[in-house]
């Protein structure tokens, strides 16, 4: 096989997996700016290759054959060795891109990471970042489709599947309007959660899953009211000022509120919701010498 054939075959089988990933061939041809006869024929060659059909047609939709879904994760290997290898060549060369693909999760990326990515910027001048936030499971398909390098996030992810380290910690904790009524008490119990509404994140969110555990081991979860469920903190510390209901949030989300009398932190007794803040990454043979940097960086 020539040389041309090879770079033809790794362009065909990166088309191959974005057309499964995206169920469509217009769709993969917009992604990889090329015409979509030209994903047809790139398609055609691979089935031509392997003596088989790699797609279905359902519904209007492409999905993957049997033969597609073997090909599938080999594919996406090799796909990904090849991006490695350039990388590593490059950087070997001294042309290494020093941008940095950081995902973080909603919390992490609005409230920490900022002061984080300046400290290291100060010491690292030639290195950019890149910033993606978004809830875990989100960040974490990003990091699967290698859109990008690290991923700091605050949910649980598969060990087995992912190099996760801690690098923080952060403590949940329960706030209310300024002047509620609770105010004048030190503390409440934890049965007293059932008399207010609470005011959640949506349900995919790290933090909510932590703090519903929590409360279930506790006995009280199933006795909360929900108020409402909200897509950012911003806006469930705009809701809970205006007396809408109660939250329980990351302690770091809400420093300003508490220093300036917007909210207010009420214990709750015998209750501590701590929780882990993680660096997730792909086991890869090749890493960025930024990225290896960052990670050294946080875990000091």
């Known amino acids: 096989m020539e040389k041309g054939d ?23 041809a917009r992604l990889g700016f ?16 392997y003596g088989t ?7 209007g939709k492409l999905t993957l054959s049997e033969a597609g879904k073997v090909l599938y994760p080999y594919a996406k290997e090799m796909v990904e060795l090849d991006n490695n290898s350039f990388q590593a060549i490059q950087e070997v060369s001294g042309y290494t891109d020093q941008t940095l693909k950081v995902g973080a999760s909603q919390t992490i990326g609005e ?14 001048e030639g290195i950019k970042f890149s910033l993606l936030i978004g809830n875990t499971p989100y960040i974490l398909s990003k990091l699967d489709n290698n859109e990008i390098d ?18 923080a910690d952060d403590e949940l904790i329960l706030i209310t309007s300024y002047n509620h009524r609770w105010k004048d008490k030190g503390s409440i119990e934890v049965h007293e959660l059932s008399e207010e509404k609470m005011i959640w994140r949506e349900k995919d969110s790290g933090t909510r899953l932590i703090v519903e555990n929590a409360l ?8 909360i009211e929900n108020a409402m469920e909200l897509g950012s903190m911003q806006s469930i510390k ?46 890869k043979r090749f890493k960025k010498s930024a990225q290896i940097g960052f990670q050294e960086f946080l875990l000091r």
């Open 6 to 28: 090879d770079a033809m075959n790794i362009d065909s089988l990166r088309m191959f997996c974005r057309v499964a990933e995206e169920g469509s061939v217009s769709q993969a």
């Open 111 to 124: 409230y920490l990471l900022p002061g984080l990515l300046g400290n290291y910027q100060k010491r690292h």
């Open 150 to 167: 690290i991923a700091l996030v605050e949910g649980e992810a598969d060990q087995t599947k992912y190099t996760v380290q801690k690098f």
């Open 238 to 283: 705009s809701a809970v000022e205006a007396n809408l209901g109660i939250g329980i949030m990351p302690k770091l989300t809400v420093t300003k509120e508490l220093q300036f009398k917007v909210l207010r932190e009420i214990p709750i007794k015998n209750l501590s919701i701590m929780r882990d803040l993680w660096i997730v990454q792909k086991d």
């Open 34 to 49: 090329i015409s979509q006869p030209a994903v047809t024929k790139q398609i055609r060659q691979l089935e031509n290759r």
């Open 216 to 223: 279930s081991e506790l006995g009280i979860l199933e006795y």
């Open 53 to 59: 059909s790699l797609f279905d047609r359902m519904d």
